[in-house]
């Protein structure tokens, strides 16, 4: 394939961004797209047809105010039969922060997200490490890089029984783990995940907030000018391109 391809393919690479009542980061992950090089589609809840994206972003928020449980109520969003059709089907879907809850709630995930161990909202720079550099998300990063995005949440605890604990780590599905504190005592410091396939990721930190230099953590490059969540906008784009 030539440079020019490439380029075109990127371009005309389509990643939905849906909005739900509640949702906070839409924008935010629809820049992350189009500075990775593709196009971001605006998609609503309330709608069940997904326009032919090639991929989906649920972003963060408190969705529907985080009533019942984080992400519950979004699970049975037209939108979300869809997302849960397509993403059997093969098409990458990246859940941040909420959108993992949404993701664990629609049983695309294993787990669950419940309240953080202290109780009180986390809002910090989050050092990660990547444990899985072969997902439709994380292609663009190596196994044991690490990198830094920001992490905000108040049921960032990830959960499971020591049986799915265990297929996670043998199965290589565990995306990220935290480095240095556990910031909501998630089981086995894990901060994401993956499905079998490699094309369903969900994390609790926004790599959709370090994509800009200038904008996002602190770095060896100076002040504010951290961009390593760019890599899973990158990758996904790189990922459609091979497919």
């Known amino acids: 394939m030539s440079a020019g391809t490439v380029e075109r393919t990127l371009a005309s690479a389509r990643i939905g961004v849906i909005t739900f009542p509640g949702t906070l980061d839409d924008r935010d992950a629809a820049r992350a797209v189009r500075l990775a090089g593709g196009e971001p589609v605006s998609l609503f809840h309330a709608d069940g047809d997904l326009q032919g994206v090639d991929a989906v ?9 985080d009533y019942l449980r984080a992400g519950a ?16 089907g093969g098409m990458p879907v990246l859940g941040i922060c909420n959108g993992f809850q949404v993701l664990t709630e629609s049983h695309l995930l294993p787990g669950s997200m419940v309240k953080n161990d202290h109780l009180h909202f986390v809002c910090r720079e989050q050092v990660l490490s990547v444990e899985n550099a072969e997902t439709a998300w994380t292609n663009r990063y190596t196994a044991g890089q690490q990198i830094t995005i920001p992490l905000k949440n108040q049921d960032g605890q990830f959960v499971a029984d020591e049986r799915t604990l265990d297929e996670l780590e043998g199965e290589g599905r565990v995306a990220f783990r935290y480095v ?3 910031p909501n005592g998630s089981r086995r410091d894990i901060a994401g995940i993956t499905n079998a396939a490699g094309n369903v990721v969900g994390l609790m930190p926004h790599p959709e907030h370090a994509v800009e230099a200038g904008f996002g953590p602190d770095s060896a490059e100076g002040h504010r000018a951290g961009t390593d969540g760019l890599g899973f906008f990158t990758s996904v784009l790189a990922s459609l391109v091979h497919a």
């Open 57 to 65: 972003v649920l972003p963060g928020g408190f969705s529907y105010g």
């Open 73 to 88: 109520i979004s699970r049975f969003a037209p939108a979300m039969d869809a997302v849960v059709d397509a993403a059997r």
């Open 180 to 182: 240095g504190t556990n």
